[in-house]
Structures are given as structure tokens and as C-alpha cells.
């Protein structure tokens, strides 16, 4: 038996995703292996502030911990000294969904500690929040992926007649429209014509400087979860069905009580299943990923299936679509935590 590491799960954070993160620290700190690892729980409250180790227990503990913060004491590392904390870990676990957390910010900072940390890098996870990019490197290996016509802001708020003009010459109706850099459907909706436009891409631009316009898919959402280094392995798939009542997958079809249902293994002919499969890998090794993403398809009846986006920290509860789906492929929970630490710390060692 090698010695005990102490893993830091980084939590929480400004995102609309706060909860969720919560909640996937909650299932990794109750499921890491304790013969290996001594799991140390760091939380950044809502406000961008990083907690104190008080603070964060109570965090952990408290089954409403999202509304039981303690005010944080202004910028960070003030109430708290995460620096010192996560440069003496032996490796750390992000799980802070969304911006500061998702793309790059938190792993640029764990690269400047020196310390091992599980997932994607600075490049990758900069890349896989940003739904442009990640087109633009899927596009120019000939990955097939949803067209889309980014709208900058200041274009439309100069312009907004010209910045419509433009778009709709790119992408005719019906359009789905969504901010370039977010996360759990905010600020997305579809647009069927010249009437429902400017609102869309309004609100799109609500949540960022750009937005999306895309062709509004029809079609299923299959996801599948990658794993591992250099020589990533895709999980078996998943298929997403939001409940009746949602004309799509959002916010509340995510999180909602009977929002969505999961269902693993996708009911999808062989044939299809493979193709996610081998695309997902393509995708992953597209942006430089590590470890662990979960990539999200569309999949027709006639057509190609085309790549939706790329979640470089997915949900992590035991009941979320990346760990079920590597459950289905026959690594339990327990054992695909102890997988990722290993990669990280083997990855940091080199
Ligand atoms: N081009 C599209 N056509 C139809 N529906 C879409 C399209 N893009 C996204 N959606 C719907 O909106 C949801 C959220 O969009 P997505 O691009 O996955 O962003 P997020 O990062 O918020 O999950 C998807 O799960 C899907 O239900
Ligand atoms: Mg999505």
C-alpha cells in the first residue's frame, strides 16, 4: 500500500451552476477510496470568495449549503489561505462548473501552485467553454458539428439590423440561439423567424460578449463520456429526453424534480453508437483534453450525427450522466475517482 493522498476538492464558485457543484463535490468527498485517499474539501462561496475551512465543512454538511454561505471576506484568499492549501495537497479535484472554474481560470492558477490536478488544462478547458472554438478545431479536422454564426455584442448593439442581416444569411430559420460561453441553458432559446430574433440573441448576450446562432436541430441528445490520457476511452452512450413540457433541455429539465430522464445505454443501433463513440475521442483529443469530458450529440434519422459541445467538468453526482455512463461500462464510481487521481498524479509526475 503507497502512502494516503491528500486530495483537495475544489467546489462551488459564482456560477448559475453553484448548486450543482455542490452537489458533485458531496458525492466525490463521500466516494473516494479512504484506504487511498484523504479527502479535503475547499469551497469558493457564490460570490467568488474562498471559504474558510469552517465555512466549508458547513457547507459540505448543510443539505440547503447553497443558501448557507458566509459572506465572503472580500477577494480571495482573505477568511481563508487556499494558496498554501492547494500547493500542499497531493493532487486536486475542480469540480467548479462554469466560468472561473470550467475554463481555465482554477487550472492556470493549480499550474502556477505546482500542484497535480484531475481534468482538462488551461488550453483544453478554455477551449471546451467556449462553444466558437471548440467549433473552429472541430471544423478543421472535419469533425462534423452543428454550423453556427457568432454575433458579437457590440455589433449588434452598433448595428443590430446588419448584425440580424448577416446571421440569417449564415443560418436560415428557425434558429437556436445561445451565449458562446455558458453552461445549463441559460440565455438559450430558439428564434423561428425575424420576429423572435433580436430577444434571442438579446438574451444571449445577457450571459457574454458573444452569441451563437445555430440551426435549430431536431434530432436526439446522445452524450458520451471520455476517459483517460493519450489514449482516451469513450463510454458506452447515453441518451438525455427532456419530460413533456419542455420543448428542450433546459434549466428546469436539468434540475428540475422529473426534469429529464437519462437513459443508459442509449437505445441506438450499433452502428450509431460506435460513431458517437469514435467522435467523442476525436472531439476530446481536438482541444487537448485530459482525464475526463463528457461530449454532447445530436443524432437524426437521416443526416449526419453532429456534435452539440464539450464539457470539460461535467456533473459529477453518482446520479449524473458522466459517472453512469462509466458505471454502465463497468467502472463503478469509487473506482473511477481512484482512475482519475491516479491519471492526474502519474500526469504531474512526468
Ligand atoms: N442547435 C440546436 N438546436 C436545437 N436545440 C438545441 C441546439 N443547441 C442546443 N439545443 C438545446 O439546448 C440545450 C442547451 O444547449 P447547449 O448548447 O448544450 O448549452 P449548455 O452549455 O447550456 O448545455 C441542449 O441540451 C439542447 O436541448
Ligand atoms: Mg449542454
Sequence with gaps: ????????????????????????????????????FLPVPVGIGPDGGWLTPEATRRAVQSETSAFHWLPATGGPARGADPWALLASVDCVFPLVHGSTGEDGSLQGLLELCNVAYVGCGVVASAT????????????????????AWRVPGEDFADDAEAALRAAEQAIPYP?????AR??????????RSREDAPAAVRQALTHGRYALVEPLVRGREIECAVLGGERPAASVVGEIRPSRGHEFYDYE?????????????ADLPQGAAAKVQELAVAAF???????????????????PTLLNEINTLPGFTAASMY?????????????????LVTMAVQRHGR
Design 1 to 36: 500500500m503507497g502512502k494516503v493522498l491528500r486530495v483537495a476538492v475544489v467546489f462551488g464558485g459564482r456560477s448559475a451552476e453553484h448548486p450543482v457543484s455542490v452537489a458533485s463535490a458531496r458525492s466525490v468527498l463521500a466516494n473516494l477510496d479512504r484506504s487511498r
Design 128 to 147: 471546451g467553454i467556449d462553444k466558437w472554438l471548440a467549433k473552429l478545431a472541430w471544423k478543421a479536422l472535419g469533425l462534423p458539428t452543428v454550423p
Design 175 to 179: 434558429w437556436f440561439v445561445k451565449p
Design 182 to 191: 455558458a453552461g445549463s441553458s441559460v440565455g438559450v432559446s430558439p428564434a
Design 253 to 265: 429539465a436539468k434540475y428540475g424534480e422529473g426534469g429529464a430522464d437519462l437513459i443508459v445505454p
Design 285 to 303: 483529443r481536438a482541444i487537448d483534453g485530459a482525464d475526463l469530458a463528457r461530449v454532447d450529440f445530436f443524432v437524426t434519422d437521416k443526416g
Design 323 to 339: 459517472p453512469r455512463l462509466w458505471e454502465a461500462t463497468g467502472v463503478p464510481y469509487r473506482e473511477l475517482l481512484t482512475r
